[in-house]
Each structure stands twice: as C-alpha cells, then as structure tokens.
T-cell receptor
Framework: AQRVTQPEKLLSVFKGAPVELKCNYSYSGSPELFWYVQYSRQRLQLLLRHISRESIKGFTADLNKGETSFHLKKPFAQEEDSAMYYCALMRNTDKLIFGTGTRLQVFP | NAGVTQTPKFQVLKTGQSMTLQCAQDMNHNSMYWYRQDPGMGLRLIYYSASEGTTDKGEVPNGYNVSRLNKREFSLRLESAAPSQTSVYFC???????????FGDGTRLSIL
C-alpha cells in the first residue's frame, strides 16, 4: 500500500536548536517526494521536492531509499519556522498522498 | 496572478442543506483537485480532474459531487451536508505531470 507516515504530531524546539521532521514512505515504484508547509491560517505552499536537491529557508531533505525516508532538516530553527509541515508522495504522476502532518513550534 | 482562488472562505450550514464550493485557477493548469483537511488526518483527496471534461474519485468521495465546468473552474458540491463533513476544504491545481500542486486559501466549512 502507498502510504506516508509522519510519526510526530508535534515537535517543539527552542530558537537556534536543530530540527528534524521525520517522514517515511511506502511505495513500490520510484518515489517523487515533497515537503509542503502551512503557516497559520495560510494556504499550503511547496517547501521542497527531492529531485531539486536545494535548500529553501535553510531546510534540506534527502531521500534515503534504503530507509524509505525523506526527513526534513534545519540546523538552526527560527521562530518564523513555526508551522504545520506535510510530507507528500506523488502517485501515478499526478496525485499526492499526504502524511498526517507535524506541527513545529519554535520557542524564543 | 491570483493563482488558485476559492470561494467562500467560511460557511456554516445546517445538516441537510446543500452547498457548492467554487474554485478557479488562472495558471492554465490541466489538473485540479479537491482535498479535505482534518486534524490528525492530514489532507485527503476527495475528487480530482486530470483535464477539462474528466473527473475521478479520490480517497474520500462519498457525499460529494464535482463539476469541471471548464479548464479554469472546478466546483465541489455537498448535496445534503452532514456534520462529518465539517472540515477545511482545499482546492489545488497543477500544470504538468510530476509537478507540484498549487493550493488555494481553503474554505472552512462547519455543519451543525
């Protein structure tokens, strides 16, 4: 079955601390993975996709096919990073399967 | 460009009432989607439309109907609203395969 698992509902850190939001997937084909972010009362917006291998707002994510993971990392969290983060897997080239989301709280 | 526009932003309905949520995109995208977002469940696909004139069921289609009116517009209809349909509804679109989806601001729907 195709599935995306985000094991943490809530992750709380202090400003300047490292952050890792976990994402594991189950997919029989070659995965296309994304991280979306939703700031308070705003629309979802794309943060990262694995094929671009870029860093956005200091966040990076590496696809590990052996561990079927796509964890999102940032070395030094900022208060403005507080948001809901969703990991998503693209299925059949045009449909997304979302994880249940992790709320990141960054305290000053 | 506005991107993906959803109306209304908020709505309260009584059980049994009907309602159509509107979505329009100005990016000339082929594919459009309707999701619902519920606490602890993430986003779940209700219906999608791969191109003008086609619609298909997603993960949770029961209680909903859709219409792809033209390339720009994709509406979601609740014929007889139920409290279980209280949710935040998001519309999204994408232009090509394997491309990220662009989302609207959402419609917060409460059914009493």
């Amino acid at each position: 079955a195709q599935r995306v698992t985000q094991p943490e509902k809530l992750l709380s850190v202090f400003k300047g601390a490292p952050v890792e939001l976990k994402c594991n997937y189950s997919y029989s084909g070659s995965p296309e993975l994304f991280w979306y972010v939703q700031y308070s009362r705003q629309r979802l917006q794309l943060l990262l996709r694995h094929i671009s291998r870029e860093s956005i707002k200091g966040f990076t994510a590496d696809l590990n096919k052996g561990e079927t993971s796509f964890h999102l990392k940032k070395p030094f969290a900022q208060e403005e990073d507080s948001a809901m983060y969703y990991c998503a897997l693209m299925r059949n080239t045009d449909k997304l399967i979302f994880g249940t989301g992790t709320r990141l709280q960054v305290f000053p | 460009n506005a991107g993906v526009t959803q109306t209304p932003k908020f709505q309260v309905l009584k059980t049994g009432q009907s309602m159509t949520l509107q979505c329009a995109q100005d990016m000339n995208h082929n594919s459009m989607y309707w999701y619902r977002q519920d606490p602890g469940m993430g986003l779940r696909l209700i219906y999608y439309s791969a191109s003008e004139g086609t619609t298909d069921k997603g993960e949770v289609p029961n209680g909903y109907n859709v219409s792809r009116l033209n390339k720009r517009e994709f509406s979601l209809r609740l014929e007889s609203a139920a409290p279980s349909q209280t949710s935040v509804y998001f519309c999204a679109s994408t232009g090509r395969q394997n491309q990220p989806q662009h989302f609207g601001d959402g419609t917060r729907l409460s059914i009493l």
